[in-house]
């Protein structure tokens, strides 16, 4: 039997008055590549967000790896330990521009991770080479395409050796030129690494092409929850048919 690498009991989220997550229950098997679409405003970055505490939740208990966060009574050190179960890639790269390719990809390994300079250059050194940007370990982010940009926050991502990938939207903020780059990168590691991968999109047709579950979300909820053939192709949920009218799947 394949082992849960997420467990999520009871989540919600509030901000201020407004409900954005309400009572999210889901359990995420190791190795699954689950895509997660829906509305603007609905809540998908704010939940990948409460799996590593960037968003603390209201109520709720969220278990990665072998680390569980109960929202009514945690530690610091709880939450600490949370955050080295998964690593997240951003919708806008978020590399330190003062850094190069290479620094950046270093960095966590070594002011979290505490491992040392040597070994983390080794190691950064592979990631980039994963990623095709070996010959640009030495470039500023300034100097780097959208696309490189992004393929260096996949490499620092991966850097840490997560139990999880959270991707945020990695490809919406790319000229359209350069979104199949990074979209062939991730496609790449989906074959290549075992690592649960949680990937926000609007990419309708890359979540069929690559994810094993697809999650529609929408109004802090999970509206439907199962296979790319169930939710894109039969969905049954009004919602979800609209959703995928207006993105013209
Ligand atoms: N830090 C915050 N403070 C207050 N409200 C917030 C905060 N972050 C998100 N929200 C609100 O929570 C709701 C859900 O936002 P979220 O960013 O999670 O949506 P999303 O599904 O990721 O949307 P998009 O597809 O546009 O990225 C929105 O109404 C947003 O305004
Ligand atoms: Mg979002």
Same mark, same amino acid.
């Given at each position: 039997?394949?082992?849960?690498?997420?467990?999520?009991?009871?989540?919600?989220?509030?901000?201020?008055?407004?409900?954005?997550?309400?009572?999210?229950?889901?359990?995420?098997?190791?190795?699954?590549?689950?895509?997660?679409?829906?509305?603007?405003?609905?809540?998908?970055?704010?939940?990948?967000?409460?799996?590593?505490?960037?968003?603390?939740?209201?109520?709720?208990?969220?278990?990665?790896?072998?680390?569980?966060?109960?929202?009514?009574? /945690?530690?610091?050190?709880?939450?600490?330990?949370? !955050?080295?179960?998964?690593?997240?890639?951003?919708?806008? /790269?978020n590399l330190f521009k003062n850094m190069t390719a290479l620094e950046n990809v270093m960095e966590s390994l070594v002011t979290v991770r505490n491992v040392n300079k040597k070994e983390a250059r080794e190691i950064a050194l592979e990631?980039?080479?994963?990623?095709?940007?070996?010959?640009?370990?030495?470039? /500023?982010?300034?100097?780097?395409?959208?696309?490189?940009?992004? !393929?260096?926050?996949?490499?620092?991502?991966?850097?840490?050796?997560?139990?999880?990938l959270l991707f945020d939207e990695p490809t919406s903020a790319l000229d359209p030129m350069l979104v199949s780059e990074v979209l062939q990168t991730i496609k790449k590691l989906v074959e290549t690494d075992h690592t649960t991968m949680l990937l926000v999109t609007h990419e309708i047709s890359f979540a069929r092409d690559v994810a094993s579950r697809v999650i529609f979300m929408n109004e802090g909820r999970i509206a439907a929850d199962g296979t790319p053939d169930e939710i894109l192709s039969n969905p049954t949920d009004k919602n979800l048919q609209q959703f995928l009218n207006i993105n013209q799947y």
């Open positions: 039997m394949t082992k849960n690498v997420i467990e999520i009991e009871n989540l919600s989220k509030n901000f201020g008055d407004q409900k954005v997550l309400e009572d999210i229950n889901l359990t995420i098997k190791d190795n699954e590549i689950v895509a997660i679409i829906g509305p603007s405003g609905t809540g998908k970055s704010t939940f990948l967000r409460t799996l590593n505490h960037l968003n603390e939740p209201t109520t709720g208990k969220i278990t990665v790896g072998d680390v569980t966060v109960d929202a009514a009574s /945690y530690t610091k050190k709880q939450v600490q330990q949370l !955050r080295m179960q998964s690593s997240m890639v951003f919708q806008n /790269y990631q980039l080479e994963r990623v095709g940007l070996l010959d640009k370990k030495d470039a /500023y982010p300034s100097r780097l395409s959208g696309g490189q940009q992004q !393929r260096v926050g996949i490499a620092r991502a991966l850097a840490v050796d997560p139990k999880v």
